[in-house]
């Protein structure tokens, strides 16, 4: 499942030319298969959403600015108390820790 944003989604959805239906191809291609939610991770009600879905998933994939889901109570040690397995991996444009990890 992958969680976007609300009101608009994921930014590659009106990447280059929108075609009927409201979404650009590169969206077409990229999100082909996905199952989407509009969660709003910026308030505490959406945080516990998602946090209802790591408890039964596998994997979580998040491309945060570091930092951002310690600051929000979710850091993958905090997560995996209620799922022990879980997989966290973590993208961002220049690692998690050094000079530059705090750069968009």
Do not use: C
């Not at 999100?31 to 979580?60: C, F, H, M, P, Y």
């Not at 850091?75 to 705090?102: C, F, H, M, W």
Request: charged share 25%.
């Amino acid at each position: 499942v992958k969680v976007e944003p609300p009101n608009g989604g994921d930014a590659i959805r009106q990447w280059r030319h929108v075609v009927a239906g409201g979404d650009s191809l590169w969206w077409q291609s990229i999100g082909r298969n996905k199952q989407s939610v509009a969660i709003d991770l910026r308030q505490a009600s959406g945080r516990e959403l998602l946090a209802g879905l790591v408890q039964k998933t596998d994997v979580l994939v998040e491309n945060f600015k570091p930092g951002t889901l310690e600051k929000w109570g979710m850091a993958p040690e905090i997560l995996r108390k209620d799922n022990p397995g879980l997989i966290v991996a973590r993208i961002s444009g220049y690692g998690q820790t050094g000079p530059k990890s705090g750069e968009p």
